[in-house]
């Protein structure tokens, strides 16, 4: 074979495993995602990610193996990967590891929420005790405030009596 075809060939296979790289990368997006909820803005950000490295991994498999020039049947190679992986794996796949990882999640959860929640409590409680500590603190503040106040205020009565 002439090396023209080899070095085809070759870029053919590469696309071939990038498209199934390439959606294997998004199951795993797909996974996260049914395990833990994601609003919009998070699914946007993430999906502009993997657009961004399906970009630079093209990018760079064209540039490296073919100088940069985009071949349809680079473009085919990468299609029928993506459709292989789908037809192998599919949703079977993500339904599967969405499950495990679910119940594992689960499992982590059950197993440190109760000494979260301990730690939790005795937080809480420090915290009543410092806000009762605080709030007797400011009512005798605030009565000798108020008794320097009265002091103050007899001492000039007095001076203006003329009693010194």
């Known amino acids: 074979m002439s090396a023209n075809v080899i070095n085809e060939s070759v870029l053919w296979a590469s696309c ?17 995602r049914r395990v833990i909820k994601h609003n919009y803005f998070f699914v946007a950000l993430e999906d502009i990610l993997f657009w961004i490295f399906v970009s630079a991994t093209l990018f760079f498999l064209l540039y490296h193996m073919n100088q940069g020039a985009l071949r349809w049947f680079a473009v085919f190679g990468l299609f029928i990967g993506m459709l292989f992986y789908k037809k192998i794996f599919g949703d079977k796949l993500v339904i ?53 106040k009265i002091i103050l205020c007899k001492h000039k009565k007095q001076k203006k009596e003329g009693n010194p």
């Open 16 to 32: 071939f495993f990038a498209g199934i790289v390439i959606t294997a990368v998004y199951d795993a997006l797909r996974v996260v």
């Open 96 to 148: 599967f590891m969405s499950t495990i990882l679910g119940h594992i999640l689960h499992l982590v959860v059950a197993i440190f929420t109760p000494p979260l929640m301990l730690v939790k409590s005795a937080f809480s409680r420090v915290k009543k005790a410092l806000g009762d500590v605080f709030l007797q603190s400011k009512k005798k503040l605030t009565g000798n405030i108020k008794g320097f």
